[in-house]
């Protein structure tokens, strides 16, 4: 039997059933990245030999009679999500050599849930693009075709999972960064409500906007690695402390009677005709299942990427000033302290240059209000739009992006391109809303196609019942071991 080819929650039924160990899924696993992580790169940091003690560990716990969801599972964790003693780096030069003397707290989650840490996935620069190609290390390249990116900026959580290289994966999402990729590698991503996974010890981009979410190659999958993590902390003032309801025993497949909502301003000029057209078939299927199909509107829709793309760098702006190499990371000399600090700082990338430019000057005396503070009321407006639309709905239906994965290179010179890979899934952390992306076919070309589906704030349960529900009318289809497996 190839481990690499089961599924979490297989394996979970595996190890439960003594028909294998985490030490031996563990091997296996560290195994098949050795020989096709060259070739994909999704992971900065491998770590083996904390992975195999913490696969003993979890054998010796199972052995005493414990389990858990995600006991000896091994799982893979974003670089921009701090772990104690490992190196986060956040993709960046201004960042390398950080190891951070404490955990996130999503991370301790997981390893207080047995969890193996096999090590840390590739990502755009603070999670700072679409492609994971603004990495400071390398491109990750779509496990499909590795011509392609994997998409970002969770890009090497995405391409992981989808490899066998882990059977789930944390990323980051501030505005698509984990449901993008998983549409591009054909897997399973969640972005939780915003407030509902703890942001402490994950490095900040843009505070409002940032948010753990989860993947999988399936939707059971990606919502074990959310079960385990979700949750009330402390430390984090925007934590949500509010139940966390038994995701996993909610996917029990039955839809029938709710209202799925087709927004009109999704199904736009320029989105690729065969995404459009899977994703209209995938909506067809939910309604075979049972659901209501609605005609709904978000008006304004138009106004989310110009909105976005003032708040990000404004918030984007005031994290990244901590950056002077004094507190993190390597410090550049200079003829003086000014001098070392713009030396240290020009370490950042152009991607992050870019966004901390463009923030400071829409926070800057005189244009505040006329940009910073418009967007925020035009943000106001999108997030209405969304309640609007949920007392109408229970869920809505969306392409996850415009596109199949791109060819690497293709757009990296042209930052609208690239913003507007992310036209369909910012709308979603501006609203606080939750969303996911599930696997809906392949184009021509067999590149993987996803169908967001969005529900309203805590309504996680919902949208993972209706992905799970579609995905068992097609999972012959879409979870064929590939040959590059």
């Not at 772990?83 to 390398?96: D, N, R």
């Not at 799925?260 to 309604?287: C, S």
Request: aromatic fraction near 8%.
């Amino acid at each position: 039997m190839d481990l690499t080819t089961l599924t979490l929650t297989q394996l979970r039924q595996a190890l439960r059933s003594g028909a294998t160990t985490s030490v031996a899924a563990t091997q296996a696993v560290l195994d098949h990245i050795v020989a096709r992580d060259n070739d994909i790169q999704s992971f900065l940091t491998i770590t083996d030999e904390m992975a195999l003690e913490q696969a003993q560990q979890a054998d010796q716990r199972r052995a005493n009679g414990e389990d858990s969801p995600l006991l000896g599972i091994p799982v893979a964790v974003k670089d921009i999500i701090c772990t104690q003693g490992v190196e986060t780096t956040a993709g960046s030069k201004i960042l390398e050599g950080f190891v951070p003397p404490y955990d996130a707290f999503v991370v301790r989650q997981l390893k207080a849930a047995g969890a193996v840490i096999l090590g840390k996935t590739n990502t755009d620069e603070f999670a700072m693009g679409s492609s994971t190609e603004n990495s400071a290390f390398f491109t990750t390249r779509n496990p499909y075709d590795q011509t392609r990116v994997a998409g970002g900026s969770s890009g090497g959580s995405a391409a992981a999972v989808a490899t066998g290289m882990a059977y789930g994966a944390l990323g980051t999402d501030t505005g698509g960064s984990v449901r993008q990729p998983a549409s591009f590698c054909g897997v399973v991503g969640l972005r939780p409500t915003y407030g509902r996974m703890s942001r402490w010890g994950v490095v900040a981009f843009a505070s409002t906007l940032d948010q753990v979410g989860t993947f999988g190659r399936t939707v059971a999958d990606c919502t074990a690695v959310f079960q385990a993590t979700a949750g009330y902390d402390p430390m984090d003032s925007t934590s949500l402390n509010v139940p966390v309801p038994d995701f996993e025993a909610a996917l029990t497949g039955d839809i029938r009677g709710l209202r799925v909502g087709v927004p009109q301003e999704y199904f736009i000029e320029g989105i690729d005709k065969e995404v459009e057209t899977a994703v209209r078939n995938a909506i067809a299927k939910l309604a075979e299942l049972g659901t209501e199909i609605v005609e709904i509107s978000l008006p304004h829709t138009a106004y989310a990427l110009p909105v976005y793309y003032l708040i990000a760098p404004a918030e984007a702006s005031a994290n990244l000033a901590r950056y002077d190499g004094i507190r993190f990371g390597p410090r550049v000399e200079g003829a003086d302290m000014i001098d070392s600090v713009k030396k240290t700082r020009a370490l950042f990338g152009p991607e992050v240059k870019r966004r901390i430019m463009l923030g400071t000057y829409a926070l800057s005396a005189g244009y505040y209000e006329a940009y910073y503070g418009r967007a925020l009321k035009a943000r106001t407006l999108i997030k209405q739009d969304f309640l609007n639309a949920f007392e109408k709905v229970d869920v809505i239906a969306t392409p996850t992006s415009p596109t199949t994965a791109f060819k690497i290179g293709a757009i990296v010179d042209d930052p609208l391109q690239m913003y507007l890979q992310d036209i369909f899934t910012l709308p979603v952390n501006l609203s606080a809303s939750c969303g996911l992306s599930v696997p809906c076919g392949f184009d021509s070309q067999g590149l993987p196609i996803g169908l967001q589906l969005i529900g309203n704030t805590l309504q996680e349960a919902t949208i993972l019942n209706v992905a799970f529900a579609y995905e068992q009318t097609v999972i012959g289809n879409l979870l064929s071991v590939k040959s590059w497996r």
